[in-house]
DNA sequence: ACAGACGCTGAACGTGCGTATAGCCTCTTA
DNA sequence: TAAGAGGCTATACGCACGTTCAGCGTCTGT
């Protein structure tokens, strides 16, 4: 019964689950041996297991423990809704990740290894997120931020996959822009572009439109 | 010395690389073993590395397979650059997936996999694609169907990891929108809203605008 | 002072992996 | 028909993995 010294993170087992996290994030779980685990955390391998009970008791750990750090996004999120609601500025999650996350977290790239591997968790935190983006987009669209969209359900999809498409393909991204787009200089110019595609469009309508 | 036959495809080599390119794509090079390779495909696990000399031979055989079949795309692309430029229509990348594979293909999640892994061999697919929409764009604007880009580099990126993010978060938009995005009709569903949103915009301009 | 618990180590165990090897069967070629 | 090559299998080997276990030092409560 150990409820009250989980929070206070300087113990050998906040090491072995930060060294975790950041292998995990990197490389992938399967990739990583509960040896380099351990060796990172400066630890024996049998702690890790004493600890954990087992190298897929320490995957749940971390997981707990990222998704704790990701919902603490929503709250911040929730005060965020209404200066977005103004419409002057444009409030994606990647930007929110740039101000929750200091450079060097390995936390993007975890939230990236979740979406990728088809983790229950990051479908679970997908769907919550793309709730959030829906009401966020029905919010703005009676306040008359936003037009009436034609499907809203896919308008909501499109908006929150592309903000996670900056953090999915992040590396890509740097390698074809020059500038890390989760830096403050990259989203910002990242930024100025999309607000500009989202307020002003990017295609000139084509005479023939159908109007179906 | 056999250079002619690897072009006929109905041998059991040929059987071994689709089973390692499906079980790759599904789950990853380190979570598949050469056992299970071989019994997918009915063989021996021996005859895997009999015919590719390692389980890492294998990988690159796979990976040049799906990089021929993703380049095939270019020259397809080449014909829709016309098209495209009449700006009648979204021409995505997600779009000439669709058109390419059959349902159940395992090569776009193998393209997943390709860009998670932060493999070379997806970082120059990345490069090469960032290009041809750069290219793109930039005819595009020179013939008036898009607006001159604020930053055309930034631009480009963004509609290309747009339509990237739609092969990469492919399941979890399905269960949001309830359709698969990579079917024919769901690919269509996607691209009436982008369409709508990338032609009028979404966002309404606020009255207290910075020029800046 | 003593006893129990806890954090932690180092060595060891069993398993499943990739790979090597020896040999079988079936074609082809002369 | 004899001989050789190559597709293919079965078995085994060595290694690295996750995990177990006996035991060490230290800290805490009585």
């Known amino acids: 019964m150990c409820s009250v010294a989980d929070d206070r993170d300087l113990t050998a087992k906040a090491n072995i689950r930060n060294a975790a996290l950041r292998l995990f994030a990197e490389r992938g779980h399967d990739a990583v041996t509960v040896r380099e685990i351990a060796a990172a955390a400066g630890v024996s391998p049998g702690l890790v297991v004493h600890h954990f009970g087992s190298k897929e008791g320490l995957r749940a750990a971390v997981d707990a423990y990222a998704a704790q750090a990701f919902d603490s996004l929503f709250a911040m999120d929730g005060q965020d809704l209404a200066s977005a609601m103004t419409g002057d500025n444009w409030g994606s999650v990647a930007e929110m990740l740039v101000r929750a996350f200091p450079h060097g977290?390995?936390?993007?790239?975890?939230?990236?290894?979740?979406?990728?591997?088809?983790?229950?968790?990051?479908?679970?935190?997908?769907?919550?997120?793309?709730?959030?983006?829906?009401?966020?987009?029905?919010?703005?669209?009676?306040?008359?931020?936003?037009?009436?969209?034609?499907?809203?359900?896919?308008?909501?999809?499109?908006?929150?996959?592309?903000?996670?498409?900056?953090?999915?393909?992040?590396?890509?991204?740097?390698?074809?822009?020059?500038?890390?787009?989760?830096?403050?200089?990259?989203?910002?110019?990242?930024?100025?572009?999309?607000?500009?595609?989202?307020?002003?469009?990017?295609?000139v309508i084509a005479p023939s439109e159908e109007p179906s």
Do not use: C, H
């Open 105 to 203: 977290s390995p936390l993007p790239a975890y939230l990236r290894r979740l979406f990728l591997v088809n983790d229950p968790a990051g479908a679970a935190l997908f769907g919550r997120w793309y709730a959030l983006t829906r009401r966020l987009l029905d919010s703005m669209t009676e306040v008359g931020a936003v037009r009436q969209a034609e499907d809203p359900a896919v308008r909501a999809a499109f908006f929150l996959v592309n903000d996670l498409a900056l953090v999915l393909l992040r590396n890509q991204v740097a390698a074809a822009i020059g500038v890390d787009p989760l830096t403050p200089e990259g989203v910002a110019r990242w930024a100025q572009e999309v607000t500009a595609v989202y307020t002003k469009g990017a295609f």
